[in-house]
């Protein structure tokens, strides 16, 4: 497997490490892992289980029932709850406290370590809290230390409180208080204390400006690896979203090819409305289906395939710069299974022929049972979607297409699984209906558009 690349930034509160990764992290296209989210969602998670001064054994209970992930990049990053959105929750001064609090106890550390070491197991990181240099990631490929005076940082909590979060009546004088008491927590507790972690660049940014910052680390992560840094696969964005020159011009040149030489039509586009992870869910009847749901979908989408189409090396690369990855065996498999949760565990939207088998008259089969466990486990909608056309103007076994013939794209409502589970709470019945509902869609689109 290949090895992901960790970049870890340490630091006190407001010392300005959170802004920092996020712009260090989308200047490398890394994914950005702000762990004192993690901590601010487990605080929340105990506050509202009532269990802030439990037994560790009623924490550890209370842990199995907390789940968090997010959404998004930069301002639109969401951070959910047992799939609530809490964005705006984490950031109050009460989720503050409680949370450089909880995390002096050892159950909740590891338990957040354990959750931090899993959302980098499959991408390259920038990861920013107390303790990632020195605990998490103490491999990490390279660490950094933000410092900056305590003065300095006091005025940029005030200005960010008052900005970001109303606070209009807080004072100075309480902020400075308030981070000089979580500064003496994070530095005096007995379990991972916010250290230099060995082997970080230490940087003071008492006097510098955020791009200064930002200029300073990506020099430093270049120097210290120029040829695994050089050159970031994405230089583009489509939508929002960062994606390759070679992702957006192969959208334009078949885009250009299903407009004049078909009649090419897409159809219900305004499932696509929110800006969180998918699975595009498609019936597949010829080579011509990923190029089609490609052009057609309004956002950025990855897609997997078969590793026989990886042999010689333009197609490994240009496969690679249109977000298209290897997979050998079963869809189910669980090297697919970790690419797509990371996929969309980051917000993106994966397309996914979820068919068991191929059916001859055109009807759609039962579903493989991975795409609910995907959509489980990736906490994603799924967008059903049609492709009505292509088996007759590139048949399995053709090689040439047929001109001039009709191609349409549809998508369906969006299917969401853990509505489904709430209702039934059983796990194996609300795949099964999951399954079954998005199948069904799927047969309607084809019988709605197919004339
Ligand atoms: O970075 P932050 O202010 O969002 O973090 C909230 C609290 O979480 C902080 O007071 C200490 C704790 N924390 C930690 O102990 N270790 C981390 N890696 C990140 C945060």
Redesign the pocket.
């Known amino acids: 497997m290949k090895k992901c690349i960790k970049v870890t930034i340490d630091g006190p509160?407001a010392s300005g490490k959170?802004t920092v990764a996020k712009k260090l992290a989308k200047k490398l296209s890394y994914m950005h892992l702000?762990?004192?989210?993690i901590?601010?969602a487990i605080a929340l998670h105990f506050k509202e289980l009532n269990v802030l001064d439990a037994s560790d054994d009623k924490l550890k209970v209370a842990l199995s029932s907390f789940s968090y992930h997010f959404t998004g990049y930069d301002e639109n990053k969401r951070h959910y709850l047992n799939d609530r959105d809490i964005t705006q929750e984490l950031r109050c001064r009460e989720i503050?406290d409680l949370?450089?609090i909880i995390?002096t106890n050892v159950v909740v550390r590891s338990f957040a370590t354990d959750l931090q070491r899993s959302f980098a197991e499959q991408f390259n990181v920038v990861v920013e809290?107390?303790?990632?240099g020195s605990v998490v990631f103490p491999d990490a490929d390279i660490k950094f230390y933000l410092d900056a005076d305590p003065i300095e940082r006091a005025k940029r909590r005030f200005s960010e409180l008052k900005a970001k979060h109303g606070y209009q009546d807080l004072t100075k004088e309480e902020i400075d208080a308030d981070l000089k008491e979580?500064d003496n927590r994070?530095l005096k507790r007995e379990l991972?204390p916010l250290v230099c972690p060995e082997g970080a660049l230490k940087v003071d940014t008492t006097s510098l400006t955020v791009s200064q910052i930002v200029a300073k680390l990506t020099y430093e992560v270049k120097k210290k690896a120029p040829l695994r840094f050089a050159s970031p696969t994405y230089y583009c964005s489509y939508k929002g979203k960062k994606c390759s020159f070679m992702y957006l011009l192969t959208k334009w040149v078949f885009g250009a090819y299903f407009k004049i030489f078909h009649t090419y039509k897409v159809e219900g586009l305004e499932n696509f409305k929110n800006d969180c992870p998918a699975i595009i869910a498609c019936n597949h009847v010829s080579f011509l289906d990923p190029p089609m749901l490609g052009c057609a979908s309004p956002e950025v989408i990855h897609c997997l395939a078969k590793r026989a189409l990886y042999k010689s090396r333009f197609m490994s690369w240009w496969l690679h710069k249109i977000n298209t990855y290897p997979v050998s065996g079963a869809s189910d498999d669980k090297t697919v299974m970790k690419k797509v949760l990371a996929l969309l565990l980051k917000g993106e939207k994966v397309l996914i022929f979820p068919e068991g088998t191929r059916g001859k008259d055109g009807t759609v089969q039962p579903l493989r049972k991975g795409l609910a466990l995907f959509a489980d486990k990736g906490k994603a909608k799924v967008i059903p979607a049609a492709v009505i056309g292509p088996e007759h103007a590139l048949p399995v076994n053709k090689k040439f297409p047929k001109l001039f013939t009709k191609l349409t794209v549809a998508f369906g409502p969006p299917v969401y699984y853990r509505e489904i589970l709430k209702e039934v709470k059983d796990k194996k019945k609300a795949r099964e209906i999951f399954l079954e509902r998005v199948q069904n869609e799927i047969q309607s689109l084809i019988d709605k558009y197919k004339n």
């Open positions: 509160s959170s702000d762990t004192g989210a901590y601010r503050s949370s450089s995390s809290g107390r303790d990632t979580r994070d991972s």
